[in-house]
């Protein structure tokens, strides 16, 4: 259930409120309008009355509900009408007027508007013109004529609709903690369906701008990016001539006088102000850090897979951090996707955004390395050959996704476990859909029996417990070919394997013999080492391999209780 609270002034503020309220809503909305609860119990109710005396009748309730407030005359609040919409999710079960009338009874008393068994309490009516969902305005001055003690009215009528759930059986909602974006209203969903937009203007411009961030790097890169998109910005200037903020508008988006819609950095996302801009695009500016040259489909792969390490850390900014620079991969991510991923990873980027905000300020210093390695993809379009650099870095995205949302959870962040268990589902599809025929092609070119079996043999020496398993993978096939190519180019496969089997731990791969593919794959594909470093790297090997007395073995990361790929 989900309470959204409005405040409301201006002249003639509860004429218009409640005239909307009773009227046929802006698309022809609103069905059958009518009260199901007052501050009286019977107080008049247009929705009930005659045709011929409606109008008397919204008169009438208009001029009781502001009676309070043109008692104070000229000392009336600037805020007269708070408003409330209340609405249950598709998948609840209806409804009476009853309930509801319960319902916006326990809303008002919550927020302060009209406690229990104050009869001196502000009036509100609540009114009802669909199944799902109520409006419930009220005038901001009680009946003796106090201002009424809200306090903080959002969060306690978010925690009485969490209460509301649980008595009616309805949707359990997860608590937030108030850096979620602001969604849409109803005004702006009906106008982007008039516009012909697939979303919200207010949604539109935050996954731009989003992007435009996670790409450029620098400030005038960013601008020129939302300027390449369709946006456009307005500043906020300073007595200076700095700009202190930025607004931002889509070029459809118009006011009745034919003007831009600006919406303030700030209220698309609370990461979305420009001073919070200019600190995400310091962390991928030049200086100081430098990329060595080299493949960005490893160098972002390589760092990716640094994330479930830092969020296994006792570093909260730091792992708040890596969550951002995730949310940023997953942007740029989307753009550079096949196509028959593109749709699945652009959801899970969308849903994901709600898991890289928290109230632990992020430290972004740790993160270079993995924003500029995908702005390098995004920038080059670097070749990919067969799609496995894609594959293997989304290989690596799906694991750490699956630690953030151990992570969120292990800190009580309910919105942000379920956004990233949410996106967990859509990037394992698309996973699927980029992985399946890079592996069917790897399962075709399988070398001998003779070869296959001395992997495997290899394996039930090296990992016993995970052997079975890997054997009996569907992607068998595929790994043995990415281990007799890494033999061609002239590693030594028993050591290239022994590496991919020590890189990370395999007990929360669904299928650990595709996991170890994209290893080797990447392994392999460095330059190979000389018959004396092999030597070396055998005898080190070997001594890893030894056993460690129990006293000195340090405990592994607890990795996630979720099974992905």
Same mark, same amino acid.
């Given at each position: ?6 405040? =409301? ?28 609860? =007052? ?53 609840? /079960? ?48 009680? !009946? ?125 996302? /609370? ?13 991928? =500016? ?36 890596? #969550?951002?620079?995730?949310? @940023? ?32 300020? @992020?430290? #972004? ?36 996704? @699956? ?15 379920? $956004? ?12 699927? !859909? ?25 394996? %039930?020496?090296?990992? /016993? ?13 595929? #790994? ?12 030594? $496969? ?16 669904? =299928? ?22 092999? @030597? ?6 070997? %001594? ?5 007395? &129990?006293?000195?073995?340090?405990? &592994? ?9």
């Amino acid at each position: 259930m989900i309470p959204k609270i409005i405040l =409301s002034s201006g002249p003639n503020t509860t004429h218009r409120t409640i005239g909307y309220l009773f009227g046929k809503g802006r698309a022809n909305e609103h069905v059958d309008p009518h009260l199901v609860a =007052s501050w009286n119990g019977f107080a008049p109710d247009p929705g009930r009355s005659p045709h011929r005396d409606q109008k008397d009748a919204m008169a009438q309730l208009v001029t009781q509900l502001d009676q309070p407030v043109k008692m104070l005359g000229d000392k009336a609040p600037k805020d007269t009408v708070w408003h409330c919409p209340v609405r249950a999710a598709p998948e609840d /079960p209806f409804l009476t007027d009853a309930q509801w009338a319960d319902i916006a009874r326990r809303i008002v008393a919550a927020a302060g508007i009209a406690p229990a068994g104050d009869e001196e309490a502000c009036r509100w009516v609540a009114v009802r013109h669909a199944d799902d969902h109520i409006h419930i305005a009220a005038t901001l001055v009680r !009946q003796d004529g106090r201002r009424p003690e809200r306090g903080y009215d959002q969060r306690a009528v978010q925690r009485e609709a969490r209460e509301i759930e649980v008595v009616y059986g309805l949707r359990r909602l997860k608590p937030g903690d108030g850096t979620g974006a602001k969604r849409p209203t109803s005004k702006e969903h009906f106008k982007a369906k008039r516009l012909g937009q697939e979303a919200a203007s207010r949604d539109v411009l935050r996954l731009r701008v989003r992007r435009a961030i996670a790409a450029a790097s620098d400030e005038t890169e960013f601008f020129a990016l939302l300027e390449a998109t369709g946006v456009t910005v307005r500043f906020k200037l300073g007595p200076s001539g700095d700009a202190l903020g930025c607004n931002f508008a889509l070029p459809d988006d118009t006011n009745d006088k034919g003007e831009p819609v600006f919406y303030a950095g700030s209220t698309l996302a /609370p990461d979305l102000s420009l001073p919070k801009i200019r600190k995400s695009l310091a962390i991928t =500016s030049p200086d100081p850090v430098i990329i060595r040259p080299g493949d960005p489909w490893h160098q972002a792969t390589a760092a990716t897979e640094r994330i479930p390490h830092h969020l296994t850390q006792n570093d909260d900014p730091t792992a708040q951090g890596q #969550l951002v620079a995730l949310g @940023a991969t997953l942007d740029l991510l989307t753009i550079t996707a096949p196509a028959a991923a593109k749709a699945e990873l652009e959801e899970a980027a969308t849903i994901f955004e709600r898991a890289t905000r928290s109230r632990i300020a @992020a430290d #972004l210093d740790s993160t270079r390395v993995l924003r500029r390695s995908v702005q390098a993809i995004w920038r080059d379009r670097p070749t990919d050959g067969d799609g496995a650099g894609f594959a293997m870095l989304l290989d690596t995205v799906l694991t750490a996704v @699956a630690f953030a949302m151990h992570w969120h959870r292990t800190h009580q962040h309910a919105q942000q476990e379920a $956004a990233s268990e949410q996106a967990l589902v859509h990037l394992q599809t698309a996973y699927a !859909q980029v992985s399946e025929p890079i592996l069917t092609g790897l399962a075709r070119r399988a070398p001998s029996a003779q070869m296959k079996r001395r992997f495997a043999h290899h394996l %039930q020496e090296a990992v /016993p417990e995970h052997a079975e398993r890997i054997l009996n993978d569907p992607s068998w096939e595929a #790994l043995t070919t990415v281990l007799a190519e890494a033999e061609a180019a002239g590693h030594n $496969a028993t050591i290239v394997l022994d590496q991919a089997l020590g890189h990370r731990t395999l007990d929360d791969a669904h =299928s650990p013999a595709r996991a170890l593919t994209w290893r080797i794959r990447r392994l392999s594909e460095r330059h190979a080492p000389g018959p004396r470093a092999q @030597a070396t790297r055998a005898r080190g090997t070997a %001594q890893r391999a030894a056993p460690i007395h &129990p006293a000195a073995a340090a405990p &592994p990361p607890q990795a996630p209780s979720v099974r992905r790929r």
